[in-house]
């Protein structure tokens, strides 16, 4: 398995332009998630999925639109990109998303990042 | 909402060493606390996690603690070695939700 794949690893735009960031898992997870990371912030949710044709905000949404038209694909799309997008962005899956649960199988597994630079 | 600490941002030692890294958390109705290790230029990985019906779990050099009334969890890291420089997130998952929110990070730096 490939595991949680993320295209492209490196990105620059102009304020304004936009793109989609791509993002696929192979384990037939039902849960996916988009984080973006900022120097010394940690990690922020800024959408989910449970599931095909489902999703939901995380903590900072605004100026980010997603989809989920089948299990294994979770594009994020920036329509009109500002200097506060800068960050590495990570995708996830887990397979039932509720790590309160008691399988063990609630793990997040992460791709390897997108570092977008807006200038 | 929940809120997550994480203490210290930089942490330096001396190969063999023990490190220790302390988070905080603000909801006493999260139930899951999962520690992650991401090394430069990749994602962030699961070392070990923890379940509020635990105090205590241990996976060879790593141990977390867990202390519900005082609601502070933390990661310990025993006889250090060179690759286990990195950054260390520690999160927590409030009770029934999707999410995971994650402290700020710490970096460690084991010194040879």
């Known amino acids: 398995n490939a595991g949680v794949t993320q295209t492209p690893k490196f990105r620059i735009l102009k304020i304004g332009q936009s793109m989609t960031l791509q993002c696929a898992q192979d384990m037939n997870h039902n849960y996916m998630y988009w984080y973006r990371q900022d120097p010394g912030m940690g990690l922020k949710l800024i959408y989910y999925?449970?599931?095909?044709?489902?999703?939901d905000k995380g903590e900072v949404p605004n100026g980010y639109n997603v989809s989920r038209s089948t299990t294994e694909d979770f594009p994020l799309r920036l329509e009109l990109a500002a200097p506060s997008q800068t960050s590495v962005y990570f995708c996830?899956?887990?397979?039932?998303?509720?790590?309160?649960?008691?399988?063990?199988?609630?793990?997040?597994?992460f791709g390897p990042g997108t570092r977008l630079t807006v200038l | 909402g929940e809120n997550v600490e994480q203490h210290p941002s930089t942490l330096s030692v001396q190969e063999g060493d023990s490190a220790v890294i302390k988070c905080t958390y603000s909801?006493?109705?999260?139930?899951?606390f999962p520690w992650y290790k991401q090394e430069l230029g990749k994602g962030p990985q699961l070392i070990i996690d923890?379940?509020?019906?635990?105090g205590e779990k241990k996976d060879q050099r790593i141990a977390v603690t867990l202390n519900k009334t005082a609601k502070h969890f933390s990661l310990h890291i025993t006889e250090t070695q060179p690759e286990d420089s990195a950054v260390y997130f520690c999160a927590a998952s409030p009770y029934n939700t999707d999410k995971l929110i994650f402290g700020t990070g710490t970096r460690l730096q084991v010194f040879p």
């Open positions: 996830a899956s887990s397979y039932s998303g509720r790590p309160s649960g008691a399988a063990s199988t609630d793990t997040q597994y």
């Open positions: 909801d006493s109705a999260s139930n899951y």
């Open positions: 999925s449970v599931g095909a044709g489902i999703t």
């Open positions: 923890i379940r509020s019906n635990v």
